[in-house]
């Protein structure tokens, strides 16, 4: 599914799932496109951009995210950098300017698009211009050399001749191209009792009264609320805690107030290794209320979802049948019969495609299905 920004729709491979079902006259015609697709770099959700209207793409700003420096991080830099890419390019496209035309001037009018004019019904803040801005730098710093065009993004000292994707945040000095109102991002500190307020407020549906609001129909109110409360609690990061899976958390009768669980390699950050961290057991709690077959939220949204055949709908869905807590691994049905996956290995994306169907044993445990 793509996305349009600005005259130009953001796509992404997806090389986990055939491109048409076979026998398919189209796909008998060109052959395998995803196998041309990978042959020439394109990894799976690689991103590529395609005018919205009947133009044909432009195979050098594709080439990109598939040659330059951006392949060796991470797919979230990627879509991050190729949204930025397709708003510039629709920008260039009211100006009649090509990309490889355009000059310090279009850069400066871009910016003031973006956060100042107020004929933008979607100006953005300094500090978000600052993705538009790396994401310019970084294709232009690839492009030029290639393609003999100028880099329109008035760079300093900051970024020299290197690739600023390469360049550690907070080194070198400021950036001339970085709006004078955009700060650097600091960490900001929320007492427990400030968190708890804005839970309430946010997901609960109370007042600043301590009292409800008229009318709050919270249908996910357990879910919502055991959400934040693992952000706050763990600490860890929204894709992080996004993608723990029940059996990877500890049982709340586990010893101590902050019990041991275990973040996968390939959901943390950077996906070089993964590392323990703590859970507070009041979370482990609110886990389990969302998860409660009879009481919580979770249940009734399975049976919802089962009635209305959208399992069936999944593609790529894979059926869980055991988890070895010892070896962290699951058991998954195949057309050959089983096969066995580390959890330290499936990211967030492939996390989403596991449904428990479980022996009785597991029917047992603190959390019911995954």
């Not at 959700?45 to 594709?62: E, S």
């Not at 973006?114 to 994401?135: C, K, L, Q, Y």
């Not at 807590?325 to 998954?332: D, F, H, S």
Request: glycine letters at 10%.
């Amino acid at each position: 599914m793509g996305v349009e920004s600005g005259g130009w729709l953001v796509e992404f491979y997806d090389l986990k799932r055939p491109l048409a079902p076979p026998g398919d006259d189209l796909a008998d015609k060109v052959g395998d496109v995803l196998a041309w697709a990978q042959k020439n770099g394109a990894r799976h959700r690689t991103p590529f951009l395609i005018p919205a209207d009947d133009r044909l793409p432009d195979p050098r700003v594709n080439l990109y995210f598939r040659k330059s420096k951006i392949v060796s991080k991470q797919p979230t830099t990627w879509r991050r950098y190729a949204y930025s890419l397709a708003v510039w390019l629709g920008f260039l496209d009211t100006l009649g300017v090509s990309w490889d035309e355009a000059a310090g001037e279009d850069y400066t009018d871009f910016k003031f698009w973006r956060i100042t004019d107020v004929s933008n019904g979607e100006r953005i803040e300094p500090t978000s211009f600052d993705t538009d801005r790396s994401a310019l730098n970084s294709f232009y710093t690839w492009a030029g050399p290639l393609y003999g065009c100028i880099n329109p993004v008035a760079t300093g000292d900051i970024l020299g001749t290197a690739d600023p994707v390469d360049i550690p945040a907070g080194q070198g000095r400021r950036d001339p191209a970085r709006p004078a109102s955009s700060t650097r991002r600091r960490v900001k500190w929320l007492l427990r009792g400030a968190f708890e307020q804005w839970r309430d407020v946010g997901c609960r549906g109370y007042g600043f009264d301590g009292l409800r609001a008229e009318g709050w129909r919270g249908a996910h109110e357990d879910r919502d609320c055991a959400f934040v409360d693992g952000l706050y609690g763990t600490g860890l990061r929204l894709a992080g805690w996004g993608s723990v899976l029940d059996v990877e958390l500890p049982s709340v009768d586990a010893a101590g107030r902050f019990p041991r669980a275990y973040l996968a390699r390939a959901c943390a950050k950077g996906k070089r290794e993964g590392r323990e961290y703590r859970v507070p057991v009041g979370v482990l709690k609110s886990v389990t209320g969302y998860m409660d077959p009879i009481e919580g939220s979770r249940a009734e949204a399975v049976r919802r979802a089962r009635r209305a055949g959208r399992y069936e709908r999944v593609a790529r869905l894979k059926i869980v049948t055991r988890f070895s807590p010892q070896a962290r691994t699951l058991t998954v049905l195949t057309a050959e019969g089983s096969s066995t996956l580390s959890l330290d290995g499936l990211d967030p994306e492939e996390r989403l495609l596991r449904s428990g169907r479980r022996p009785r044993a597991w029917n047992r445990s603190r959390y019911g299905s995954a």
